[in-house]
């Protein structure tokens, strides 16, 4: 089995040189605030990118500044006084906030970008963020940004006193060179077999919003105090990986801090913890997605979902506290199902265990359950029973479209499991809608059901003439 962490990308600078632009045009999409004025991003954005042929996070981080000139024995962690806010912005405080989370940000990272203004050269802070990044271990890409005429291409070369190699000029606005910026960035990633590890180990995360019971689980699954227990939310900090013997299998838990609202993240070490956790799905094969049963489901719970789902993790959804609930009945749990479900509604093939982890009721029930995915999670299906149903289904339910912009499907394969992937090969992908998409997903899952484990449906063309074929 081969886990697959993807390598993260710091995007660090002093305020204003167009981090947040650069941040959105390399995910593809509007996510940062961009505005024409200093500390506009005092948190960490998390986004994901991919350039020739290679996923990867990237984390936007607010903008540095300092009181005073650096000092020999100044470190990122410990750098002199930041400034705060130029006129008319917040106190000092968010700058020192803004500090801690750029210092997180570069030591988890592979590469760091460290952006600069063309237009307004080099700066004393663009010197002394240079002074810090030198004392990592990182490969720094120095990047001068608003590079967007000859005359500032030009002007680039004065970069070059940074002392941290070639600038590469580019345009966060208009894309100008940001080829080039990303294709230094990825020859800098560690190589496929220093991020894919061969592993037959199965992993499972523990995830959840904080004090929802994901360290007494792991205990209770252990059978010991393996890990501190607390009431007290957020006292686990990093993502702590437990190896066990079950059966012949060899499994390895891993549990993770709780993971909060963005507004309500706090700075320093829980920030730390947050990508800690975000990692972690990375290279997990199966979560357990907690939730209490007396909150039921909060936005919080949809929220972790969906990094679990954007990493195409398998999961079961683990109902925590239900000891806890009074006056059940032989319907409860099919109540709780349903009101759960309509909350998570893209969580509709995910199975369901209510445990105490507490006093023990139901936890020997996880694991076996957890296993039952994993099986799902490497089925294969092949490809002829692939073709017959494709052709079953497509005659009980023929795409909509006129004569002559009519999707037609030739035929389809699974290519590869972990997630089960399908590829149908059809005429003009273009005129696939997403409720088909999601008709034929439900038509494979009625029929060998995946249980707890997300599709992955790709749609190919090929050649107008060729005839469905049920291949054997």
């Given at each position: 089995?081969?886990?697959?962490?993807?390598?993260?990308?710091?995007?660090?600078?002093?305020?204003?040189?167009?981090?947040?632009?650069?941040?959105?045009?390399?995910?593809?999409?509007?996510?940062?605030?961009?505005?024409?004025?200093?500390?506009?991003?005092?948190?960490?954005?998390?986004?994901?990118?991919?350039?020739?042929?290679?996923?990867?996070?990237?984390?936007?981080?607010?903008?540095?500044?300092?009181?005073?000139?650096?000092?020999?024995?100044?470190?990122?962690?410990n750098p002199p006084p930041v400034v705060g806010f130029q006129a008319g912005s917040s106190s000092r405080l968010f700058m020192s906030e803004i500090r801690q989370q750029v210092s997180v940000a570069i030591a988890e990272a592979n590469v760091i970008i460290f952006l600069t203004d063309g237009e307004s050269g080099v700066t004393s802070t663009d010197e002394d963020i240079a002074q810090l990044l030198r004392r990592t271990d990182k490969p720094i890409i120095l990047a001068v940004n608003k590079a967007d005429n000859k005359k500032r291409h030009a002007e680039t070369l004065e970069?070059?006193?940074?002392?941290?190699?070639?600038?590469?000029?580019?345009?966060?606005?208009?894309?100008?060179?940001?080829?080039?910026?990303?294709?230094?960035?990825?020859?800098?990633?560690?190589?496929?077999?220093?991020?894919?590890?061969?592993?037959?180990?199965?992993?499972?995360?523990?995830?959840?919003?904080?004090?929802?019971?994901?360290?007494?689980?792991?205990?209770?699954?252990?059978?010991?105090?393996?890990?501190?227990?607390?009431?007290?939310?957020?006292?686990?900090?990093?993502?702590?990986?437990?190896?066990?013997?079950?059966?012949?299998?060899?499994?390895?838990?891993?549990?993770?801090?709780?993971?909060?609202?963005?507004?309500?993240?706090?700075?320093?070490?829980?920030?730390?913890?947050?990508?800690?956790?975000?990692?972690?799905?990375?290279?997990?094969?199966?979560?357990?997605?907690?939730?209490?049963?007396?909150?039921?489901?909060?936005?919080?719970?949809?929220?972790?979902?969906?990094?679990?789902?954007n990493e195409n993790k398998s999961v079961v959804v683990v109902v925590n506290k239900w000891d806890m609930i009074e006056n059940k009945d032989t319907n409860t749990i099919n109540e709780f199902t349903k009101a759960i479900r309509g909350d998570l509604q893209f969580l509709d093939y995910v199975p369901f265990v209510f445990i105490s982890a507490k006093s023990g009721q139901r936890v020997d029930k996880v694991l076996p359950l957890v296993l039952q995915v994993q099986e799902q999670r490497l089925r294969r299906v092949s490809t002829g029973e692939l073709n017959r149903l494709l052709k079953k289904a497509v005659a009980a339910h023929p795409p909509k479209g006129s004569h002559r912009q009519r999707l037609k499907f030739f035929y389809a394969t699974q290519v590869t499991v972990s997630p089960p992937t399908f590829v149908f090969f059809v005429n003009d992908k273009s005129l696939v809608h997403f409720t088909y998409q999601r008709y034929l997903e439900n038509q494979i899952?009625?029929?060998?059901?995946?249980?707890?484990t997300p599709l992955r449906v790709i749609f190919r063309n090929r050649g107008e003439n060729d005839e469905l074929e049920v291949v054997e």
């Open positions: 089995m081969t886990s697959n962490i993807k390598p993260i990308v710091a995007l660090v600078g002093r305020p204003n040189v167009g981090k947040s632009t650069l941040f959105n045009r390399i995910i593809g999409q509007r996510k940062a605030i961009v505005e024409d004025l200093a500390g506009t991003t005092r948190d960490r954005l998390y986004g994901e990118g991919d350039w020739g042929g290679r996923d990867f996070i990237i984390i936007d981080t607010g903008g540095l500044e300092f009181d005073s000139p650096l000092q020999g024995n100044d470190s990122l962690t970069f070059f006193a940074l002392g941290l190699g070639d600038p590469i000029p580019i345009s966060a606005m208009h894309g100008l060179g940001t080829g080039d910026l990303l294709d230094k960035v990825v020859e800098n990633f560690p190589l496929s077999d220093e991020v894919e590890v061969d592993d037959e180990s199965i992993k499972i995360a523990i995830l959840g919003r904080p004090n929802v019971g994901k360290s007494s689980l792991l205990n209770k699954l252990l059978g010991e105090e393996r890990v501190i227990v607390s009431e007290i939310a957020g006292t686990t900090r990093d993502a702590i990986d437990t190896q066990i013997r079950y059966g012949d299998l060899d499994l390895v838990l891993i549990d993770t801090a709780g993971i909060r609202k963005r507004g309500k993240i706090e700075p320093g070490v829980e920030k730390h913890s947050f990508l800690r956790a975000i990692k972690a799905i990375g290279r997990t094969d199966v979560c357990l997605l907690l939730i209490d049963a007396n909150i039921k489901v909060a936005s919080q719970d949809a929220h972790i979902a969906e990094f679990i789902l899952r009625e029929t060998y059901e995946f249980l707890g």
